[in-house]
């Protein structure tokens, strides 16, 4: 689907830019694939890098609260993927502003430059935490989500459709507890905030894939929820630090005990699949197509949580899945 198109991946500089787009390159033949970010100096590390040195790549400096900027950047553009956003829980809770500015605003401009430009699919990549928020990162992917699947409808006949994807934590992304704990077992010593917790695993790879095969199969106004593993906190710590001291710390501001991807609240507009769950817009008044995917509908009070219908790891299964992180 992807040779000879055009592809724009707003964050393309990030952990999932950066693995979204070698992974393209190496499967596809795409016209042009275009990296759109802010960082300049990111930018040039990727340029430099043998990885990414293919005639089709191109990079852009932009901002996604710049509609304008996006617009140029979105001339001619078959497919969008959003990664870009502010991340850090604790920095939203000083900045709420900016990350207003980011992930809400943003959204809309994404939303708007697409349609402007005659974007045939959009993907917006969202998180766990937008589920029944707690803090102000996980409001503003609420808020971004909602702006995506309603803007199938302001696309007039579906010339661009959009599509959310929604996913727990990645495996050793920054400021994640498993580079955490690779860190401070080197004192001997690591600090757990509570053992009970359960976290959703799933890798950079599998992330990826996830978001190309929800780009192909999208009709627009789905959000896409993969099944994937969890575990709790104490077993994380039994592989990655197993003989070290461990000091509970309690709960930071902002976090939860267990993680939700489909609150029991969607429950009535879920379709599950082999491998995925897709939750249906609440609203189809553009005239919902998902039915053409199939799927088996939930139950009514269904929930998708890190301790609650999903598989949870063994040790073995969860050593396995962090081998590139095990101690010496």
Not at 38 to 63: C, H, I, T
Not at 117 to 133: C, E, F, G, I, Q
Not at 305 to 325: F, H, I, M, P, R
Request: aromatic residues 8%.
């Amino acid at each position: 689907m992807l040779d000879d198109s055009s592809i724009l991946v707003t964050g393309g500089t990030g952990s999932f830019g950066k693995e979204f787009i070698r992974k393209v390159l190496q499967s596809s033949r795409p016209r042009r694939i275009i990296i759109y970010s802010r960082d300049e100096w990111k930018q040039s590390e990727m340029q430099a890098d043998p990885d990414f040195q293919d005639k089709s790549v191109r990079f852009f400096l932009g901002d996604v609260r710049d509609k304008d900027r996006l617009g140029l950047a979105m001339r001619d553009v078959d497919y969008v993927i959003h990664a870009a956003a502010l991340k850090q829980v604790p920095a939203a809770e000083y900045n709420p502003h900016e990350f207003i500015k980011t992930n809400v605003n943003g959204a809309t401009n994404i939303v708007e430059a697409a349609i402007g430009a005659k974007v045939k699919r959009v993907v917006a990549l969202s998180t766990d935490k937008a589920v029944n928020p707690v803090n102000l990162y996980g409001a503003t992917k609420l808020c971004s989500d909602k702006v995506f699947i309603a803007a199938n409808s302001y696309a007039g006949g579906g010339a661009t459709t959009f599509s959310v994807v929604r996913y727990g934590n990645v495996v050793g992304s920054r400021g994640s507890v498993i580079p955490l704990f690779q860190k401070q077992r080197e004192t001997g010593k690591i600090t757990i905030t509570n053992p009970d917790m359960t976290r959703f695993l799933i890798t950079l790879n599998q992330g990826v894939d996830f978001v190309l095969q929800s780009l192909k199969n999208m009709v627009g106004g789905e959000l896409f929820v993969p099944k994937i593993p969890a575990c709790t906190v104490d077993s994380l710590a039994d592989v990655l630090a197993p003989n070290c001291e461990r000091e509970i710390i309690g709960l930071r501001p902002g976090e939860k005990i267990h993680e939700i991807l489909i609150p029991s609240d969607e429950a009535r507009n879920v379709l599950e699949f082999e491998n995925h769950f897709v939750i249906q817009p609440v609203q189809a008044f553009w005239g919902n197509k998902i039915g053409i995917l199939g799927g088996v509908s939930c139950s009514p009070d269904f929930h998708y949580a890190s301790n609650v219908n999903c598989k949870t790891l063994s040790l073995d299964e969860l050593s396995d899945l962090l081998k590139g992180y095990l101690p010496n």
